[in-house]
Antibody, heavy 120, light 110 residues
Framework: QIQLQQSGPGLVKPSQTLSLTCAIS??????????WFWIRQPPSRGLEWLGR?????????EYAVSVKGRITIDPDTSKNQFSLHLNSVTPEDTAVYYC??????????WGQGTLVTVSS | QPVLTQAPSASAPLGASVKLTCTLS???????IAWHQQQPEKGPRYLMK???????RKGDGIPDRFSGSSSGAERYLTISSLQSEDEAEYYC????????FGTGTQVTVL
């Protein structure tokens, strides 16, 4: 049974960096047949993909155009987890953030979600 | 990049069936999709992967009353014997250089 456990602060000040971690059990972040992603959902809105990381012969990262330049997704093989870092946040980055796994680019596991509010 | 089109809402009485549609844009009719359920105030839950030939693979613990089928560019999710807990938003998802989502269908159980 694969489980994804998210952790991180629920309140971030404008211009600072939002950081969340997704701990994996039942699978391995280095698995070469899946990808690990972050998606967010602003209040009362749809789902927005932010980026993903995956290992094949080496590590790959892909990011959405909307956040490129502000986002980093880091795998941590020693802790079997991956993290999201989004810098220079504004109130428009307020959302519920979800981590998850996809296989053949189709999402098959979700984390529980973390509400992050950007406010001073 | 594919576009996924979903009707904004659907409804059916308790115990009845409802069939939701996700339509792939032109040129992408052979794409597989995934269906996800989001109950009020909860995170999304993976339901199944659905291929163009109608074969599908459900997630852990998904009841038998959830089933999938395909016809051309359309991907269907059928919920039989509707329960109150099935009242939720249902999203389809695929890949097109990024994760692509439909706008969701809100299911109401009457």
């Amino acid at each position: 049974q694969i489980q994804l456990q998210q952790s991180g602060p629920g309140l971030v000040k404008p211009s600072q960096t939002l950081s969340l971690t997704c701990a994996i059990s039942g699978d391995n972040v280095s698995s070469n047949s899946v990808a690990w992603f972050w998606i967010r959902q602003p209040p009362s809105r749809g789902l927005e993909w932010l980026g993903r990381t995956y290992q094949r012969s080496k590590w790959f990262n892909e990011y959405a155009v909307s956040v490129k330049g502000r986002i980093t997704i880091d795998p941590d093989t020693s802790k079997n987890q991956f993290s999201l870092h989004l810098n220079s946040v504004t109130p428009e980055d307020t959302a519920v953030y979800y981590c998850g796994r996809s296989t053949a680019a189709l999402i098959d596991y979700w984390g529980q979600g973390t509400l992050v509010t950007v406010s001073s | 990049q594919p576009v996924l089109t979903q009707a904004p809402s659907a409804s059916a009485p308790l115990g009845a069936s409802v069939k939701l549609t996700c339509t792939l844009s032109s040129g992408h009719s052979n794409y597989a999709i995934a269906w996800h359920q989001q109950q009020p105030e909860k995170g999304p839950r993976y339901l199944m992967k659905l291929n163009s030939d109608g074969s599908h693979r459900k997630g852990d613990g998904i009841p038998d009353r959830f089933s999938g089928s395909s016809s051309g560019a359309e991907r269907y999710l059928t919920i039989s014997s509707l329960q109150s807990e099935d009242e939720a938003e249902y999203y389809c998802q695929t890949w097109g250089g990024s994760y692509v989502f439909g706008t969701g269908t809100q299911v109401t159980v009457l």
